[in-house]
């Protein structure tokens, strides 16, 4: 099944700097979704994207998709020592699952460090 | 309290002894799925359910089995469980296309 690939793998930067990451996938989707995950937590829901939008902002977080190079990116802005945490792209294609629903399907995650 | 639990949060079993984990949720979501977190692997996904009476393979399943008799509980069975099976599992549910809800983990050592 298709899965989201995210970059960097991992990312260190200092408090108040700004964070990106990108997550590349390979086919049709329904939407993508962003989480984090504290050590060993469950995951935290950040930010749904559905295929037909572009850009969606949440608080200091900001998500963009890009349907024709299929990636996304995640941006946070003004990070914190609590944004320390993995974050995962997920991708939604249960309209193109021929019936099923494949349900999601994670990236490997990006580990991001806020240096205080 | 919206929220999806799993039982239990740990575990130390050994090869073979069948064991089952539960996972229940409050917020009526037709969707349940299980998934197994490994370092450098990320999620995959076992098992999920689109309702009840009906679930299908994820990505991973062997090894797993998984029922889903009641709308708000989806447990994952290991009948006979082997030490790659060790891992940290996650169960969620969702509405259909909407974003999932996750439970707080069930780390599964098998020795």
């Known amino acids: 099944s298709q899965q989201g690939e995210e970059d960097p793998q991992a990312l260190s930067i200092q408090e108040g700097e700004n964070a990106t990451m990108n997550c590349s996938y390979k086919?049709?989707?329904?939407?993508l979704q962003w989480y984090r995950q504290n050590s060993g937590r469950g995951l935290v829901h950040l930010i749904l994207?559905?295929?037909?939008?572009r850009e969606k902002h949440s608080g200091r977080l900001r998500v963009t998709l890009d349907t024709s190079k299929k990636s996304s990116s995640l941006l946070i802005t003004a990070s914190r020592a609590a944004d320390t945490a993995s974050y995962f792209c997920?991708?939604?294609?249960?309209?193109?699952?021929?019936?099923?629903?494949?349900?999601?399907?994670f990236g490997k995650g990006t580990h991001l460090i806020i240096q205080p | 309290e919206a929220q999806v639990t799993q039982n239990p949060r740990y575990l130390i079993t050994v090869t073979g002894k069948k064991l089952t984990v539960t996972c229940s949720q409050n917020m009526n979501h037709e969707y349940m799925s299980w998934y197994r977190q490994d370092p450098g692997l990320g999620l995959r996904q076992i098992y999920y359910?689109?309702?009840?009476?009906?679930?299908d393979k994820g990505d991973v399943p062997e090894g797993y089995k998984v029922s889903r008799k009641e709308k708000r509980n989806f447990p994952l069975i290991l009948e006979s469980p082997s030490p790659n099976q060790t891992s940290l599992y996650f169960c969620a549910s969702s509405l259909i296309g909407a974003e999932q809800f996750f439970g707080p983990g069930t780390r599964l050592t098998v020795l």
């Open positions: 359910s689109m309702n009840v009476e009906v679930t």
């Open positions: 086919t049709s989707i329904n939407n």
């Open positions: 994207i559905r295929s037909n939008e």
């Open positions: 997920a991708t939604d294609a249960w309209m193109y699952s021929g019936g099923g629903a494949d349900g999601l399907t």
